[in-house]
């Protein structure tokens, strides 16, 4: 698995545990129907083991257009989670968490069904940003033994970046978009923020940070500095947060912004600065990403 199909598949978990214990919000009615999706709900070949399934999106990911990175998974038959349904509504209700959406069935569209298969989009100005492929196959009793019964369940699924999807869908997964000095969103595999809700942190929030953003030697992996760190979370940093503070003359500007504050980094790469060149934030660098139990 490379570094930014990692920091994506981080951002999946983050945006279910972050949001742990909060009550689920509408999702997002589609703006337009799609047009008609020709691509085959079925691929003729696939990984041979389950566990290559895990982070392939599949027949589904053959479906969304997307301008960066698609995230997504599959799963085999016979199926044997526990979120299967009678009615496919019952599915896309039981396997919600699967493809970071609250309230699934506001969200999608259904397109197209093929044999025992039923595709629902999410299209933003037509183009498909999200797919979901429900499958009406065997999975498992679920009473411990191999025997199987015919359920609806969540085959395939995929989605583009969040910086792709409408507004609402960063906002209910509560990750805060950054952009570059052109006013575009950058994807979240590039850099990311998020505050920690409910029980996870209080008030704490982080933000990561493809490597190659901080620049330097060694920076290969995501990087994350924290706002105002949670006491329970003091050994992860060699630094404490700063308030206010002015940034540093020689601190690199990485040229991105969020909701007017600009974003500089530590020529020692230890402190990202949030702000203003005279009144800054200066969020400590983390030993290790910080997620949720």
Same mark, same amino acid.
């Given at each position: 698995?490379?570094?930014?199909?990692?920091?994506?598949?981080a951002?999946?978990v983050l945006?279910?545990?972050a949001?742990?214990?909060?009550a689920?919000?509408?999702?997002?009615?589609?703006s337009?129907?799609?047009?008609t999706?020709?691509?085959?709900?079925? $691929?003729?070949s696939?990984p041979a083991?389950?566990? +290559? =399934? &895990?982070?392939w999106? %599949?027949? #589904?990911?053959?479906?969304v257009?997307?301008s960066?990175p698609?995230?997504?998974?599959?799963?085999?038959?016979?199926?044997g989670?526990?979120?299967?349904?009678t009615?496919?509504?019952?599915?896309?209700?039981a396997?919600?968490?699967?493809?970071?959406?609250?309230?699934?069935?506001?969200?999608?569209?259904?397109?197209?069904?093929?044999?025992?298969?039923?595709?629902y989009? $999410?299209?933003?100005d037509?183009l498909?940003?999200? +797919? =979901? &492929?429900?499958?009406h %196959?065997? #999975?498992?009793?679920?009473?411990?033994?191999r025997?199987?019964?015919?359920r609806?369940?969540?085959?395939?699924?995929?989605?583009?970046d969040?910086?792709?999807?409408?507004?609402?869908?960063?906002r209910?997964?509560?990750?805060?978009l950054?952009?570059?000095a052109?006013?575009?969103?950058?994807?979240?595999?590039?850099?990311?923020?998020?505050?920690?809700?409910?029980d996870c942190?209080?008030?704490?929030?982080?933000?990561?940070?493809?490597?190659p953003?901080?620049? %330097?030697?060694g920076?290969?992996?995501?990087?994350?500095?924290?706002?105002?760190?949670h006491?329970?979370l003091?050994?992860?940093?060699?630094?404490?947060?700063?308030?206010?503070?002015?940034?540093?003359?020689?601190?690199?500007?990485?040229?991105?912004?969020?909701?007017?504050?600009?974003?500089w980094f530590?020529?020692?790469?230890?402190?990202?600065?949030?702000?203003?060149?005279?009144?800054a934030?200066?969020?400590?660098r983390?030993?290790?990403p910080?997620?949720?139990?």
């Amino acid at each position: 698995m490379t570094r930014r199909s990692a920091l994506l598949g981080a951002l999946v978990v983050l945006a279910m545990t972050a949001l742990a214990g909060c009550a689920a919000t509408p999702g997002v009615v589609s703006s337009t129907r799609p047009t008609t999706v020709d691509a085959p709900l079925t $691929l003729a070949s696939q990984p041979a083991t389950d566990e +290559a =399934l &895990i982070g392939w999106p %599949g027949a #589904a990911g053959q479906i969304v257009r997307c301008s960066g990175p698609v995230v997504g998974t599959t799963r085999g038959a016979p199926y044997g989670g526990e979120d299967v349904g009678t009615t496919p509504d019952a599915a896309l209700e039981a396997g919600r968490s699967w493809f970071s959406w609250d309230g699934a069935q506001n969200g999608f569209s259904f397109v197209k069904e093929a044999d025992d298969r039923r595709l629902y989009v $999410l299209d933003v100005d037509g183009l498909v940003k999200q +797919a =979901l &492929i429900l499958r009406h %196959g065997p #999975a498992l009793r679920g009473d411990g033994t191999r025997d199987t019964v015919t359920r609806w369940w969540l085959e395939s699924w995929a989605r583009c970046d969040y910086a792709e999807l409408p507004d609402e869908v960063a906002r209910e997964r509560g990750l805060q978009l950054w952009t570059d000095a052109d006013g575009r969103r950058q994807p979240t595999s590039t850099l990311v923020s998020f505050d920690f809700r409910g029980d996870c942190f209080p008030g704490t929030t982080a933000l990561d940070v493809d490597g190659p953003v901080v620049g %330097g030697s060694g920076e290969d992996a995501p990087v994350e500095y924290v706002r105002a760190p949670h006491p329970d979370l003091r050994s992860y940093f060699a630094d404490s947060y700063v308030e206010h503070t002015a940034v540093p003359g020689d601190a690199i500007d990485s040229g991105y912004s969020r909701a007017g504050d600009r974003l500089w980094f530590a020529e020692d790469r230890r402190f990202a600065y949030i702000g203003s060149e005279d009144d800054a934030e200066a969020w400590p660098r983390s030993s290790q990403p910080i997620r949720c139990a």
